[in-house]
């Protein structure tokens, strides 16, 4: 995900993708544990999607 598509969302839209964001990373852990994922570099995607979705959340609450 961009920062261009990340800045059109609504603060509760960003709340709900770091959800979804969380919970697939903490899928993609496991399932990385059980056995090596074929693409592992999705790890660190969805780990940098959730720095972007958290930084511009931040960004709006300083703007308040």
Avoid: D, F, Y
């Avoid at 899928?27 to 660190?44: D, F, Q, T």
């Amino acid at each position: 995900m961009k920062q261009s598509e990340i800045c059109e969302l609504t603060t509760e839209e960003i709340k709900e993708k770091i959800a979804t964001e969380q919970s697939a990373l903490t899928k993609l852990k496991m399932n990385h544990a059980v056995s090596p994922l074929e693409n592992p570099m999705l790890i660190r995607a969805t780990r940098r999607n959730i720095a972007r979705l958290m930084t511009e959340l931040r960004k709006r609450e300083l703007n308040k």
